[in-house]
């Protein structure tokens, strides 16, 4: 039970905050932290062996957006939407870059946009690999090409709005 | 040694390569201009997004309580569901009483007995005739029309 709290406190913000960054909704987002934890509750109550807890929380937890993501038929592109964005005041320009970011997110399909998510969050290659789906081997290439990526898209929006 | 590629480059700045790997690389770029840039661009774009991506809005973890009392077990799309079902299955007895109803006023009442007592009268049309009908039904009950 302690047990459960601890990891329950350490992980509760970077679980809601991979859900809002991969859905672009807040609400949906913290229904599915509150579903991944319960599921989380409901295997250490059932004795179910879990190795690495956080791994298993964002495994569980992207999957519960990716399915979500799937029922409202976005999987692939997600529609620009000034209300799915999470920056939604821009305070200074610090913030102003994090919402092109958070824009430039929106433009990557669901696979890639987790992988940049786990690589921000410092995860090594083969955590992003078991998670994301994509073979251990082309986690460098898809990383740098997918990085590439969306340094364009940063670079489109800003050219869109000067 | 040849160019570096990206892929390669991305796995340098993220310590992912194995240490023979790495000390070619390192050797490489002491030497190759090209390559010491993109190595440069790469570790500044990665470095870049991971600051900037890294969530940091406030928000408070609600009571761990939510999760093991077994309350509030169901999110809002699970809500919306039963209450769908809920409603669905409400309907599909609604129906159901609703044809029995239909069914009970169609059945016709039991009648034990009955008389009539009828006088024609010749002189008055059918519709101007008096006549008198006596129901006793399986209870008992005498009704007279």
Known sequence: MNNF???????????????????????????????TFISFYDSIINKKEIKYPKTWL???????????????????????NESHLVYEKEKNNHSKKRKYIEK?????????KLLVILYSEGFSYKNMAELTGIRFSSIG?????????????LNNIKDELY | M?????ENIQ????????????????????????????????????????????FDEPIAIPDITQIIDGSPRWSKEQYIKS??????????VLALLIGLNKKQELTPELTHDYANHFEFDANKSI??????ITIIDSEGNITNY
């Open chain 1, 58 to 80: 964002y495994r569980v937890a992207s999957n519960k957006c990716f399915d979500s993501l799937k029922e409202q038929k976005r999987y692939e592109s997600v529609q620009i």
């Open chain 1, 104 to 112: 430039a997110l929106m433009k990557l399909n669901a696979q890639n």
């Open chain 2, 83 to 92: 209450i769908f079902y809920v409603a669905a299955a409400a309907s599909i």
């Open chain 1, 141 to 153: 290439k898809t990383l740098s090409r997918t990085l590439k990526k969306l340094e364009q898209e």
């Open chain 2, 127 to 132: 519709t101007d005739q008096d006549f008198e």
């Open chain 1, 5 to 35: 709290e601890t990891i329950y406190k350490d992980n509760y913000l970077k679980i809601y905050s991979l859900a809002v960054r991969l859905l672009g909704d807040k609400n949906t987002a913290k229904d599915i932290t509150q579903d």
């Open chain 2, 2 to 6: 040849n160019c570096i590629s990206e």
């Open chain 2, 11 to 54: 796995a340098y700045i993220d310590n992912e390569l194995s240490i023979n790997e790495k000390s070619k690389i390192n050797e490489h770029i002491t030497q190759c201009e090209y390559c010491t840039n993109n190595v440069h661009k790469q570790r500044m774009l990665a470095s870049m997004l991971k600051e900037n991506i890294a």
